[in-house]
């Protein structure tokens, strides 16, 4: 068995039927110790009139009042520093952390037990085993640990599977690149952009990364790890196989993550959550191939329950045989396509940074972008997108303007783009995640209107 | 005979994990064990956890024994 495809046959093969069962029974658990140990949890079913005895189905779900970020974040501002969300007492936690705060919010905080923490790395071995990396890989983590959660339960889940696994906090990306060459790296884990930044530094150094013994390249952090061009770009830049997976500090691990099929997504792990996808401002449910709001129930951290939160995440969920390796884990096509607050009202058109980056990663002479939203004297909002070209691709450039903001508009029914060069090394890099959209909009009224 | 959450009948690999399982609760509900012995057994009781909650055999908190 140790070289079986699947980190748990049992349950990643489980028939449908099955599976649903065992998340009832596991929703009806989580959601009675909910109520009966966390006062936050208590109050506000209360509030809404639901008991946890009115859950006899699945679909009895929608009976349970969604958790918002906003209200969580109310909830440790009224009781610092947790919140009465916590179902045991603060001395049972091993483990603090919070959210990125890269959008600028106050971050959320949170706290892992003993089994909570184990767990936590299980959900990563689940979907690294499936990825491939055995225990005779060498795993390679280019980033920087701290409160932030990103990465930590992988790191643990490589030392529970047995790989030898190298950190690599404090260190320039050059320092890396050497390292992952030196190591005899098999796999390499960051987010995609600063996988893109280690290929960039690699070059400028004259290594070839497709010469080393990397083979996985795994991402997460970023919608960027399930768009195809991106994908493409890093497979045929590493010689290796790249994998998207995605998590969040709230749940405290991934939720979905690639397996060596690679079917154009994510599966979800749904022994250990339920998924719903719904009209996003609604609690109207989604069917496959429609694209919505993901709302999470994580059967994981029982110090924290979640139950029914509302992630902002946009996803589109197809079936579990549109994957050819056996689990009948259902799948998010493309991952997360993007965030329903990332979404951006252009002249009338939506705009997805994400779906941007799609169009913008096809041209391989791009290094880096940006996308600037700006309003014009006429109180007309204007986007552009700034492109700086790897070495040696200053040719390029007067093909690839016309063509690239042809596509964009193509793209996003015919909305005009303005594409312009930024000089070299002027954009700014990330290690974590990429903040890629800088708007400027400014309401000012113009002159003639005074 | 013993079953999963499901209801189903354990196989042998099973029944031997639930008892490892269920043996180290046992050992964490005692009183009077040195601290190496709580936590080292809360760890490995940790990982049990998520070895027989994987396979489907129990689902519970264990937060009232310190894991």
């Not at chain 1, 552009?384 to 690239?404: H, M």
């Amino acid at each position: 068995m140790s070289d079986s495809e699947y980190w748990n046959p049992k349950i990643e093969t489980l028939p449908r039927e099955d599976l649903q069962r065992l998340q009832l029974l596991k929703l009806q658990r989580l959601v009675d110790w909910g109520y009966a140990k966390s006062p936050f949890l208590k109050r506000k079913y209360d509030q809404a009139g639901f008991k946890p005895e009115q859950l006899k189905s699945l679909d009895d779900i929608r009976r349970i009042p969604f958790i918002e970020r906003q209200e969580w974040l109310d909830e440790q501002k009224r009781h610092p520093l947790f919140g009465e969300t916590l179902t045991a007492g603060q001395d049972e936690a091993i483990r603090y952390h919070s959210t990125s705060g890269t959008s600028g919010a106050t971050p959320l905080r949170v706290l892992d037990g003993t089994k909570d923490w184990q767990w936590i790395s299980e959900m990563w071995a689940l979907g690294f085993w499936a990825f491939g990396v055995r225990p005779t890989d060498t795993v390679y983590f280019a980033f920087s640990y701290g409160s932030f959660i990103g990465f930590w339960g992988a790191h643990y889940c490589c030392e529970k599977l047995g790989a030898l696994t190298i950190a690599s906090g404090g260190q320039t990306t050059e320092g890396r690149v050497k390292q992952i060459e030196e190591l005899g790296v098999t796999t390499v884990c960051a987010t995609p952009t600063y996988v893109l930044r280690l290929q960039q530094v690699a070059s400028e150094l004259g290594i070839d990364l497709r010469k080393t013994q990397v083979n996985k390249v795994i991402m997460s952090g970023e919608p960027a790890g399930s768009i195809p061009a991106v994908k493409r770009m890093i497979e045929d830049v590493w010689g290796a196989k790249s994998a998207d997976t995605a998590g969040m500090t709230e749940i405290g691990t991934i939720m979905i993550f690639e397996c060596s099929h690679q079917p154009g997504g994510t599966h979800i792990i749904e022994d250990h959550f339920i998924e719903e996808v719904l009209e996003p401002g609604s609690d109207r449910s989604l069917g496959y191939g429609e694209k919505g709001e993901r709302v999470v129930t994580s059967f994981g951290r029982g110090f924290i329950p979640l139950i029914r939160y509302r992630t902002g995440d946009l996803v589109e969920k197809v079936p579990y045989s549109e994957c050819s390796c056996g689990r009948t884990y259902d799948i998010y096509k493309g991952g997360i396509i993007g965030r329903a607050d990332d979404m951006k009202l252009i002249r009338g058109t939506n705009v997805f940074p994400s779906a941007v980056e799609a169009i913008v990663r096809e041209h391989s002479e791009i290094d880096e972008f940006q996308i600037v939203l700006t309003k014009a004297e006429n109180l007309i909002d204007e986007i552009t997108v700034r492109c700086e070209l790897k070495t040696g691709s200053d040719g390029a450039w007067s093909q690839l303007q016309p063509a690239l903001s042809r596509e964009l508009a193509d793209g996003h029914e015919g909305l005009r783009f303005n594409v312009e060069r930024a000089g070299a090394g002027e954009l700014p890099r990330f290690e974590l995640k990429a903040k890629r959209l800088v708007d400027q909009r400014e309401w000012k009224i113009p002159q003639e209107a005074r | 005979m013993a079953v999963d959450v499901l209801g189903r009948t354990l196989n042998g690999q099973e029944e031997e994990l639930m008892r490892l399982y269920d043996g180290a609760k046992a050992l964490l509900a005692k009183s009077e064990i040195p601290p190496c012995v709580r936590r080292n057994v809360g760890v490995a009781l940790a990982a049990l956890w998520n070895a027989t909650n994987d396979l489907g055999l129990q689902f519970e908190q264990l937060y009232d024994l310190g894991v």
